[in-house]
């Protein structure tokens, strides 16, 4: 049975309508970033960049080529942690968010 609707335009279209939802996945990035997952964290920015920003503006606003920021943000891509700080920045400033970090001790 065939979807119809791409999996990718949904999450944008649901970003795109629901804040609290926006916000999930930028907080799920950071955690899987943060708890050593950096393969997944990427894949939900990229989704995030294509749901807000997009890759042109985000080229533009960060100084790095959109091509390079697509390979940064594949499975395989390898950014430096000064290119996900501008990434995470860009989108924050697109959703109008801040991040905020705590310790919870297990």
């Known amino acids: 049975m065939a979807l119809t609707r791409d999996f990718k335009e949904t999450v944008a279209a649901r970003v795109r309508s629901d804040p609290a939802f926006a916000q999930a996945l930028l907080d799920e990035a950071v955690t899987l970033f943060i708890n050593g997952e950096p393969d997944t ?17 985000l080229a533009e606003e960060i100084h790095k080529p959109a091509k390079s920021l697509h390979r940064m943000l594949s499975a395989s891509g390898n950014p430096t942690m000064s290119n996900i700080s501008a990434i995470f920045a860009a989108i924050k400033r697109a959703l109008k968010v801040e991040i905020h970090t705590r310790v919870v001790m297990a």
């Open 41 to 57: 964290a990427k894949l939900i920015l990229r989704d995030l960049v294509n749901a807000t920003v997009g890759f042109e503006s």
